[in-house]
């Protein structure tokens, strides 16, 4: 049987049925290899973009210097930004599957060429007469001027780099290709570390006029911590000086040492409910104990009403503490300093000299109190006469602002309101939501030296976890503490500044060492063991619990405390340890969960 033809609209139909799926085939090939062309050449873009800008984060220390970076990166995200724009890459967009790689890249390059275009453009284009050597002060005075020019241009570019960080981030990576996802992670992490380095130049930027005195003279109070008898957030304010400023100019007001300081019958300054069962009043009665809280803002505030106390009443404009290991970061920018003693100070010797020699060397405190005195205005001298590396200074003062080495509290609510989410406020371990911190601080209990040859090292690893759909974990984690007591075996011979001479109740040689750990915020103790089975106190302290411990140590020996803590409802991926800054460079714990 022979088929009947089919009736010519019927071929006429089928022909231009034909011809329009020839058609589509043909322009969905285009549009690939369009998309894929112009996705190469933006890959390509963003890539020599993102080198280039790796180094803005470190270079915004000197904004004249970032901008050729500016400069270099401009035309790389103008051009991926238009290559991933287009309609026919917009269209694509919205494909199952190959849609969220098209938009996440897109997503990318807008947000980079924003960046470049109305953020560190106009920043670089107000720092074009900058130069970091400015900052050097000369005569004891710095030229305000060259800090002011930057304010307006830094803040905006905090701001739109700050949108641009949270654009990235907000990037869902489930539907992601590892290597699409992989890249907007690294991205991401740029952007996290421009976002910083910015951050920190708009509240430089703003800060620093006003407490060099642009507005009128301000007075600051300078702690010196003293790494060799440990506090929670260093060491004992051994050392004093009043630091005065007025129009840039800076002068050494006074010095003084904490033994010119009376011992309180109470508290200077209520402590609440929370401290005082931890810390009892001690914070508060002694200036030596007032860094023990690991909240500089209550440190700060407890030094300045015993300055108060001892000065007629006199309220500072602010407070900052340092230690002999920033002051070695210092020295990097200064370069030696000879001393009024003949001892040359450099940043390899400084910690080793003012922390243990000197104490080996003076046998009666006033004396080691006029060498610490001299030691701190010959710095003093060197940094305000213009005797320093600029963009060493900048370096050094952001190492030990990344290490707490060097805090800054301000009693004019506005300018503290800018530093109390930096390192410079000192305040206690912050969950996000990237990261959960445990702290550990410590702090001596013999009345001595001896920290100087004490070492304290932690571990922290997830025992079990697991990490939801929306990137949160779920479990728990183990950390550890080992203080160990490295003194020679002899060290009972040691001069008795240096031991404490058993006046505290502990014998000389013998370290006691009072250890406050805190859970992060939103986690629970689950368990908390010592290797010399040494029992447990603790509290709450604005919604962290805290546990704490007393270890005595003759020289040799060592005591690990572990702890198990575990969430109580989905929160960061990863856990950190921060804690008391010693001699030692701290080292990086942490542990993510699902990472071997």
């Known amino acids: 049987m022979t088929a009947s033809p089919l009736p010519p609209s019927a071929r006429t139909a089928g022909r231009i049925f034909a011809w329009v799926l020839a058609g589509l085939l043909i322009a969905a090939v285009v549009a690939l290899a369009w998309i894929g062309v112009r996705g190469a050449l933006a890959y390509g873009h963003l890539r020599d973009a993102q080198a280039a800008a790796s180094g803005v984060g470190a270079q915004l220390s000197d904004p004249a210097a970032a901008a050729d970076v500016v400069a270099d990166i401009a035309p790389h995200t103008a051009a991926a930004r238009g290559l991933t724009s287009d309609p026919v890459w917009r269209l694509a967009e919205g494909v199952p599957w190959v849609g969220p790689q098209l938009s996440a890249v897109s997503s990318v390059a807008a947000s980079l060429d924003e960046i470049a275009s109305t953020a560190l453009a106009p920043l670089a284009e107000a720092a074009s007469g900058y130069s970091v050597g400015a900052l050097s002060p000369q005569g004891g005075r710095i030229d305000l001027t060259a800090i002011t020019q930057i304010q307006d241009a830094a803040r905006a570019a905090a701001d739109g780099i700050g949108a641009a960080a949270a654009s990235v981030s907000g990037i869902d990576r489930a539907p992601l290709l590892s290597p699409v996802r992989d890249a907007v992670d690294e991205v991401d992490t740029l952007l996290a570390e421009t976002d910083v380095a910015t951050g920190a130049l708009s509240r430089a930027s703003t800060l620093l006029p006003s407490m060099l005195g642009a507005e009128g003279p301000r007075n600051y109070l300078v702690l010196f911590q003293n790494n060799a008898e440990w506090r929670s957030l260093g060491g004992i304010p051994g050392a004093m000086a009043l630091l005065h400023t007025d129009g840039g100019a800076m002068s050494l007001a006074a010095q003084e040492s904490s033994s010119d300081y009376a011992r309180y019958d109470t508290s200077v300054l209520p402590l609440g409910d929370e401290i005082t069962p931890i810390y009892g009043e001690r914070p508060g009665r002694w200036i030596q104990n007032v860094t023990q809280v690991p909240d500089f803002a209550v440190s700060a505030a407890l030094a300045r009403e015993m300055w108060a106390r001892e000065h007629g009443g006199q309220q500072v404009d602010g407070v900052i503490a340092l230690d002999p290991v920033a002051l070695s970061y210092l020295l990097a920018a200064t370069g030696p300093i000879e001393l009024p003693t003949g001892d040359v100070l450099t940043a390899e010797s400084a910690v080793s000299l003012l922390l243990n020699d000197v104490y080996h060397r003076y046998e009666r405190p006033r004396d080691q109190d006029a060498f610490f005195a001299a030691a701190a205005a010959a710095v003093f001298d060197r940094l305000a006469n213009g005797g320093v590396d600029p963009a060493a200074l900048v370096q050094a003062l952001g190492k030990a602002g990344d290490e707490q080495r060097l805090l800054l509290w301000s009693a004019h609510e506005d300018e503290q309101a800018l530093l109390a989410d930096t390192t410079l406020a000192g305040g206690l371990p912050v969950t996000d939501a990237t990261t959960a911190r445990f702290g550990v601080y410590l702090n001596d209990g013999t009345g001595s030296k001896m920290d100087f040859y004490q070492t304290a090292t932690s571990t922290l690893t997830w025992n079990e976890c697991r990490v939801d759909a929306a990137g949160l974990a779920v479990g728990d984690a183990t950390m550890s503490v080992t203080i160990a007591n490295n003194a020679p075996a002899d060290a009972a011979n040691l001069p008795s500044y240096i031991t ?29 063991t010592t290797s010399d089975g040494s029992g447990f106190g603790g509290g709450m302290h604005d919604g962290r619990r805290v546990v704490s411990l007393s270890v005595d140590l003759a020289p040799g020996q060592s005591v690990t405390a572990t702890i198990t803590a575990q969430t109580t409802a989905p929160g960061a991926p990863t856990v950190e340890v921060v804690g008391t800054p010693t001699i030692t460079a701290p080292a990086e714990v942490a542990s993510t969960c699902g990472t071997p």
């Open 500 to 528: 404490g001479g058993g006046n505290f109740g502990v014998p000389a040689g013998v370290t006691r060492t009072v250890a406050y750990v805190y859970l992060p915020e939103g986690w629970e103790l689950a368990d908390a």
